[in-house]
């Protein structure tokens, strides 16, 4: 799969997601269409004076107020795509890449795929992702959220199947958890995760984070670590710079561990 989500360049096409941003900061996600028209309060703006512009021009709405118009990032897209599970938020996102170790060619397990957001981030990696996921309607959101942004990804699929009740895969390099119980799926971790693989789960609950890690210190898993990212934006401008009145302050904890195999005795017994 090649570059998904983000990689297009030169003149913005029919077809295309793209972002419109108003002179108060007021972002809307729009897929362009030969014809159509967007309708806001500011006014309404042609699709058609969008399509073949350059990114990061400009476009009159029909009152005559201004919209910039770029190409969505990815924060963009998961903030303000259609959703019906509870999205993680981009901040943790990109903590889940660095804990976990996401990178190309990585084959990883992602049970509770909510809307697709995670899924859409570790393709962006370059991850080899499958997905398990109880509830068909979330398991289809994801699949519709994935495909318009990343497209036909061959790297992807979504089973609808519980993990509490066992993995089917083997030799994985990652399992990611954003489920209720994760303490539950470590022994099927554990036989599908390859020697030092890494586990990490998403919990919003310190209690839920507690009770993970007690499993955690009975199981074949060490090196446990447990983090939280809060997230303060700054307003600046001219004399008035300050710390922005409200934050993303905490959505959810991290917690990793790393599959660990015990050494057996070389022949011979130990050294005397």
Known sequence: ????????????????????????????????????????????????????????????????????????????????????????????????????????????????VGSGALSMTLLRAGAQVVGYEVRPDFARGARTNVAAYCGDAADYRVEERDVYEGIAESGLDRV????????????????????GGILLAYLPSITQVAALRAAISRSAFGMAETS???????????????????MVAHTGFLTTARLLVECEEQPGGPAG
Not at 3 to 25: Q, S
Not at 61 to 90: C, E, H, N
């Open 176 to 195: 990611i958890l954003d489920l209720p119980e994760p303490w539950r799926v470590l022994p099927h971790a554990q036989r599908a995760l390859r020697p």
């Open 1 to 112: 799969m090649s570059h998904p989500g983000g990689g297009a360049r030169g003149p913005i096409g029919a077809g295309e997601r793209v972002l419109l941003v108003d002179a108060k900061n007021r972002r809307y996600l729009l897929t362009l269409q030969e014809g159509a028209s967007f309708h806001t309060h500011a006014g309404i703006v042609a699709h058609g004076d969008v399509i073949g512009r350059p990114e990061g021009s400009s476009v009159a709405a029909s009152t005559g107020r201004r919209f910039v118009v770029l190409r969505p990032t990815l924060a963009d897209v998961v903030l303000k795509m259609p959703r019906g599970a509870q999205v993680i938020y981009p901040k943790d996102l990109g903590a889940i890449l660095l804990a976990a170790d996401i990178g190309p060619g990585m084959r990883v397990l992602e049970a509770g």
């Open 228 to 246: 939280e990212v809060l997230r303060r934006t700054w307003h600046v401008e001219e004399r008035s710079v300050r710390p922005d009145h409200r």
